[in-house]
Every structure is written in C-alpha cells, then in structure tokens.
C-alpha cells in the first residue's frame, strides 16, 4: 500500500513528498489490568493513537503507553515531587527530598478530588494503573528497562492516583522568588534600582509594606523553594542560578482565529507554549478515543488527560497569565523557641510534622517540616528571630498542575468551557476556545487571591496584617468572546481589556509585550488565513525589541567597528535569522550587554550584582522615556549607555567570532544542544548518541519562535510543542513536538521533530480512524491479562 502525507511548510501546505510506506509492524500483548480489547496505533510521528472500549482502559492504556514512550522521565517526575530521590540515589539527595514535601499538598483529598472534573479520581486511577503494569512488565524482564535505571543503579516504582495531584512542585505559580529579589535589591539601591532592572505593568512603584525591613531578607532565603521547584541536577546537588532574565522563563503563544477571517469558514487554534528545552521533551502528545471520551493534544506526561489540544467538539488552547499566586512572609518569632512565631500580638506554635527520608545504602533521615498559618517555613534566622514562609495557592484545594484541564476533556460549547475556566487552579492561565459552531473567546483562568493592602511585590510582616481575603470569583477574571476583529492572541503580555476595573491588581509581573505585539501585526495585516499561515505565523522571528533597539540609534553616532555596526543595524529588518551578522549584533547586545550597561550608570555599586542580566524591555522602557533614573542629562546617559553597551557587545563576538564582522552570524554563538540529565553517567559514545545538536538557532527572548538566550547566549527555552488545528476538519490539524515523543535515544521518534522544529515542517495531527490508519507505522493489539 502507498501511504501519503502532507508536510505542512511554514509559507504553504503542499503536497511535496510521496513516500512509499511499508505496511505498519503489528504485534500483539496480553495486559494485566486491561478490562476489554484494544489497540494503539502508532504513526510515522511517534504519536499514539489509543482506541479503548471504555473510559477506564483508556486512561490506562494512556499510561502504559506514556511509561512505553517516558518511563525514566515520569519515574523521576514522581520521586522528586514527592520528595523520595534519595530512596532511589542517595544521601546526597535528602535536602530536595526535604525541600518538595514542604510544598506537598496535606489538605483533605475528598476536597482535592472534588475540585476535578467529574470521574476524576477514578480516571487518575486508572492511569497510574496502566503505569504500574508497565512497571511490572520492565520487573520481569518482559519490556526493556531504560538505560537510565541502569545508569544510575535504580528501578522504576508503583504510582498511587494521589501521588500525581498532591505534587504541587511542577506548577508554574509566582512571584515568591521576585519578591525576595525585590527586596534584596531595595535595600541596596532603593525604589529605582527595582524600577531600573524589572518594567511592571501597568506602570507601578513596588510598595515597601510597612513594618517590612527589606534589609533582613537573607540571601539563602529561597534555597528551599529553588531545591523544591528545581530539576534534579546529576552532576552535583548544588543551587544554580537560572542564567535567563525574569520575564521570559515561561511564556508561551496562543491565538484563534474566527471563521469569518479563515479560508475555509472555521476557526483555527494555535498554540505553542514554552518551557525549557530538554530531552526527552517536557510534553507528550497523544490521542485517547473510548466511547463517551475523545482526546488528541499534548500534556504532561506524568498527567492523565491533555491540557492543550481538542475533543472533537472544540478546540482550546493555553499561556501563562501572570497572576500573583504567592506571597512571602516574614515573622517574628520567640528567642529560644524558633517554633513560636508572633500572630496578632501573641505566639503562636508552627505545626511540626515529622518525617522519616529512606536513603539508598544508609540509614532513613528523619527530618522536621514546619509551616505557619500562612504555608511551610522556607528559612529562619537565629540572628535576627526571624523565619519565613511562602503562602502558596499550592496549599488550596485543586491546584496540582493542569489536573483541572479534566473538566475540558467533554467541553462541546463556550459555556461549559467557561465552567471548566471556574474550576482552574494552576498554573495561571490564558485560556483560550474555539467551537464548531464558529464560537472564539479566551478568559483569564486560575485562582487570583485578593490582596486588600498591599500590591505583592515584596515579602510582607506575617503579623496579621496582611491576610488574602479569598480570592476573586472565577467569573470575575477579564474574558472576552466573539471580539470584532474576528481573533483573539495572548503572548503573556498585560492583555487585561481596556474597560477592566483599574483598582483589580491581578498582579504586575507581566511579560514584554513584543511577541504579542508582532502577532498583532500579523493578524492585523492579511484578510483570510489557512492553516498553514498559522503554522508560519508561530515560525515567525521578527524581534520588535530589537527593531526598539533600532529608534534607539537614529541619533547615535559611533566611530570605527561602531559605525560599521550601526550601519549593518540600519538595512535591518529585526529578523533573527540565524545566519544573519546584523541578528548577531542586536541578539548579543540585547541579551547580554544593555541591562548591563544601564545598571552600571543608575543602579548603586553595592546594589549592582543583584541584578545580574536585566530585562531587554525593562532597559529600552528606560532609555525610551527618558526616565528619572538616567540622572539630570537623560538624553546622555542614554548615549553613554548605548555606545558602552554597544562596545561590550561587539568584544564579544570578536571573541567568540573572530575580527570579520561581515562573517559573523546568530546561529553562531545562539545554539541549541540538548542534553540528557544524567549525562556525566555516561560514556563519551553512549552521551553522544543522546545527545541532539549543537544546532544554530534563529529567534530571540522576544520573538514569535522564541529561542531564548541563557548567560553563553545559547537558544535554552522556547517552544516545547507547537499545534495548529483546524476546528471542526479535524485531520486538517498539525503538530510537532520538539526534539521527539520518545525517550529512548535509539527510537527514531527521540529526535526526528527537531529539523521541523528549525525549519518550521509539521507533522499531521490525525484523528478520525481512517486518516489515523493511513500513517500507522506500528499497530499494538491488546487484551486483558490475568
């Protein structure tokens, strides 16, 4: 038989390619736990296509079938979430063993499984059923165990449903670490040096709560929290600093598009969120078809269900909206008794639970959990009689990541996708809909405490007089349906509607506006849009920070290897092409070199290293509107600022790159190279074999195709799966997810996404069985075991 397929092209969808397809491998298996016949399909992309006779096999071939693809990277999702590394690894694991289950959820489980959708609990289940008998399966020799076990001396363990939601660690919620930061940084350099180094939005001067010192904020404060919500690290168990600026450590893009400004009459829904880069990817993609129950779209793994994609009744889709869900507080606490903590004029007692850490090859580790009324203890200081928690909507009911996108699993309408938005809990959410029927809308999702008296940007006195006072009625969170424009486009930007209330401070840690603003752009500038144009359209790597740069230099005048950069600059149209000479310059300077340079001129000397790399768009807001902290001559310290930044820059590519400007490019210094965790367990061969790249990298921290730069200005977050579906033609749909589904380096779906990932091909996202059928590559045949 020929089996054809289109490659979705970032410019147009063609039919460039026949291939000819063997027919696919069929196997057969026997599996314990399984209650009726069924079948995966596995297409030529690696995605699984799971078709069960009921709900319950469904969510449990689910698991078995991502344990199939991902069983080291959810074990180890597992274990350090729960706090149970060293159990598996040692004794050099016991502080972020610790450290997680302070941010485990130890509220009622009846409530937490209530706030889920309906048959929840039982759909968790049967997941980490399917989970478990893969275990087995590795145990008895009859599935491979991944190298990864071997590697490291360990084993795969069993999964119990709760484990997976009282997990709260994997979420993205914010602003503790900012907030401690921020504080840090007042007491150094003041007000200005926080306004010089972070933009908020809307416009905003942090407030110093009163009765908050923000000198006493030690240093370590948030060692805790960064071991607990950290990666494990295999080459040593120390604190790394994360190398990228605040504002794009997570991001995403997601736009719908009405059915009025398509080419075929229906909606399109497009979204590729971002997260580090890593291998195996931090998302798998699957398809789930039982009676009553049809899924196709990526999650993660270790979650049952999908958080993105669509159910045959509607599409939806998801970025991070920055609402503030953390506070940090500080308390007083009794000389001689750091148990005791002032609450309100009187101590009051923290409660101290006591827990035993099993540790491979020693002997288990007891170790004392402490929380306040307000969440765990993060740090104390016998110096001062001081401790400190973070309060979390961690600790609520309902929050574990994701888990709530199970209320979206049947959503066929924009009300009951607003319901489902009513039950979000984290991360906070942009979520966005698109229906059949032609329906497009988008709301804020997640719970948003209510601060009364204070603006969240610093920790704050844990006395009582700064108390949440619940939290905002899901329904009162900005939403919009059906908008004029025929689209809707979120990019983690301040997208609150013009007429929401101003006295409603969701929070103000929002991100550069500059990818939203070019997808403004793009959905402004064309009457009608295909698929493909959308699939273009999140391969776009126009930089509008850079073009920002550029107004910037109209009056700058340089001499020598400055001039002759200013005029590369000048015939640039802000694309961060990755063999572009004028990309390397804009992407170096911006990245590394011009936050760097204005922190030099406005911020105190003693203030100066707590502001390591400041946010692009947090300095060009600065130079840009002239503002106070530039000093009396604004106009030129933002000369100065601009040509000793643009000096750094350019040593730097001579550097790295050599004397010939001309022969510079982006892609040169901005690589990306993915390797596994464990690396340093490995033979040379055996690290190179599973190693993808180093490949150049086109994009930037403030494009569409986002490629974020660390510190050595290597491409190390950006999208970790893109998806363009066409609702209600379903089959229409692409995918890819970068660097592949599997996990295991000698599949041929470990990395073969990642040269559509640079060069923005797509894989067809199939669904209806017949279209599913003719890209199979493997078909598996189950029954139930005994």
């Not at 003719?774 to 045949?781: F, G, L, T």
Request: with cysteine.
């Amino acid at each position: 038989m020929i089996r054809r397929f289109r490659v979705f092209a970032a410019l147009a969808v063609s039919l460039s390619a026949t291939i000819a397809y063997a027919e696919p491998a069929t196997e057969t298996a026997t599996v314990r736990g399984l209650k009726a016949p069924a079948e995966i399909i596995v297409d030529r992309w690696g995605l699984a296509h799971i078709y069960a006779a009921n709900t319950h096999d469904a969510y449990f071939l689910q698991g078995y079938n991502v344990a199939r693809d991902r069983l080291w990277q959810i074990d180890l999702w597992r274990k350090r979430g729960l706090g149970l590394l060293s159990e598996s690894f040692g004794d050099a694991y016991v502080k972020q063993d610790r450290a997680a289950r302070l941010f485990l959820y130890r509220g009622d489980m009846a409530s937490e499984w209530r706030r889920y959708g309906p048959g929840a609990e039982g759909n968790y289940e049967a997941f980490v059923a399917g989970i478990n008998a893969y275990v087995d399966e590795v145990r008895a020799g009859s599935k491979p165990l991944p190298r990864e076990f071997a590697m490291t001396d360990s084993s795969p363990a069993h999964w119990r449903a709760e484990d997976v939601v009282r997990i709260r660690t994997h979420a993205l919620v914010m602003n503790a670490a900012s907030e401690v930061q921020r504080a840090r940084l007042v007491c150094k350099g003041g007000l200005d040096a926080a306004r010089a180094t972070r933009r908020l939005y809307p416009d905003h001067t942090p407030q110093v709560p009163e009765g908050l010192d923000p000198c006493t904020i030690d240093a370590d404060v948030m060692d805790d929290y960064a071991l607990a919500t950290g990666p494990v690290n295999f080459d040593a168990l120390t604190k790394t600093a994360d190398a990228l600026p605040d504002d794009v450590k997570d991001g995403s893009n997601n736009w719908v598009i009405a059915g009025s400004r398509t080419t075929t009459g229906r909606p399109i829904l497009a979204n590729d969120p971002h997260r580090a880069l890593t291998v195996p990817s931090l998302r798998y993609v699957v398809h789930i078809e039982a009676p009553g129950l049809s899924l196709i779209g990526a999650g993660e793994p270790g979650v049952p269900g999908i958080s993105f994609g669509h159910n045959g009744k509607g599409a939806f889709g998801l970025t991070i909206f920055s609402t503030d869900q953390e506070d940090v507080y500080v308390y007083e606490t009794q000389p001689g008794r750091a148990d005791k903590y002032r609450y309100r004029g009187r101590w009051e007692n923290m409660r101290v639970v006591r827990e035993m850490i099993p540790v491979k090859g020693g002997k288990p580790v007891a170790v004392e959990l402490a929380f306040t009324r307000h969440g765990p203890v993060i740090h104390r200081s016998a110096e001062r009689n001081q401790a400190y928690a973070v309060r979390s909507v961690w600790s609520e009911p309902g929050t574990s990541a994701y888990a709530a996108a199970s209320w979206l699993a049947n959503a066929a309408s924009w009300e009951d996708f607003r319901k489902a938005a009513d039950h979000w809990g984290t991360p906070p959410l942009n979520l966005i809909w698109a229906g059949p029927d032609g329906t497009i809308g988008w709301t804020a999702a997640g719970l948003a405490p209510v601060r009364p008296n204070w603006d969240g940007l610093m920790p704050v006195p844990g006395d009582g007089r700064y108390e949440w006072k619940g939290f905002h009625a899901p329904r009162s969170l900005p939403s919009v349906k059906d908008p004029a424009e025929g689209w809707i486009a979120t990019a983690n930007e301040r997208n609150v509607p013009k007429d929401y209330p101003a006295d409603v401070p969701l929070g103000y840690e929002f991100t550069d506006r500059s990818r939203y603003d070019r997808l403004a752009q793009l959905l402004s500038g064309k009457e009608r849009f295909s698929v493909a144009d959308a699939a273009a359209m999140q391969m776009d790597i126009r930089d509008i920070s850079a073009l920002r740069l550029l107004a910037l230099l109209k009056e700058m005048k340089g001499v020598d290897a400055e001039s002759k950069a200013l005029a590369l600059l000048q015939d640039w149209n802000g694309d961060m092409r990755a063999d572009s000479a004028a990309a390397a310059i804009a992407g170096t300077w911006l990245a590394s070199h011009l936050g760097a340079a204005l922190v030099a001129h406005v911020v105190a000397p003693d203030a100066q290293p707590l502001a390591p790399r400041v946010s692009a768009d947090a300095a060009l807001h600065i130079l840009e509107t002239r503002d106070a902290v530039l000093g009396p001559d604004a106009a030129a310290t933002t000369q100065t600022v601009l040509r000793e930044s643009l000096s750094a820059a350019l040593g730097e590519l001579r550097r790295r790159l050599g004397p010939e400007m001309e022969s510079w490019t982006w892609g040169a210094v901005h690589k990306l190279k993915l390797k596994p965790s464990f690396g340093t367990r490995l033979s040379a061969d055996a690290l190179e074999a599973m190693t993808i790249g180093p490949r150049p990298v086109g994009g930037s921290a403030a494009t569409v195709a986002l490629a974020a730069p660390n510190a050595d200005l290597a491409a190390v977050h950006g999208p970790s799966v893109r998806i363009v579906m066409d609702v209600g033609d379903w089959d229409k749909s692409v995918f890819m997810n970068m660097p592949g589904q599997s996990a295991d380096a000698s599949s041929p779906h470990y990395g073969d996404f990642l040269p559509g990932w640079l060069a923005g091909e797509f894989a067809p996202m199939t669904y209806t069985r017949p279209a599913v059928e003719n890209v199979a590559e493997r078909v598996i045949s189950l029954t139930p075991g005994r």
